[in-house]
């Protein structure tokens, strides 16, 4: 679990994490966290994922049922907004501060 990432998270890079991984593990290596763009799947692919997932990035689509308040605040926030808190269910996880 890595850091930026949704819901429950970690501290760690995932753009070290997967190199680490990479280094001992030959298999698929699906990477998530903290990326939302092509550039950031591109970026992990040259690091050694074979596969990137994106979910928080389509949440403020059309086609996703979520609030029309939650998928403003997903487009308004920032990296600042981040909060990583095991207050909620005792692990650790990143929430939107606006949310907490």
């Not at 190199?19 to 591109?42: C, N, W």
């Not at 050694?48 to 979910?55: E, I, K, P």
């Not at 990296?79 to 990143?94: C, H, K, M, P, R």
């Amino acid at each position: 679990m890595c850091a930026g990432a949704g819901g429950h998270a970690g501290v760690l890079s995932p753009f070290a994490l997967v190199k680490q991984i990479r280094a001992v593990y030959p298999g698929t290596i699906i990477l998530s966290g903290a990326m939302s763009t092509g550039a950031d799947v591109l970026a992990a692919q040259a690091l050694g994922a074979d596969l990137a997932y994106l979910g928080t990035r389509f949440i403020a689509t059309e086609e996703a049922n979520a609030s029309e308040a939650y998928k403003a605040m997903l487009v308004e926030a920032s990296a600042e907004d981040i909060v990583y808190t095991s207050l909620f269910s005792g692990v650790a996880g990143n929430y939107l501060r606006a949310s907490v």
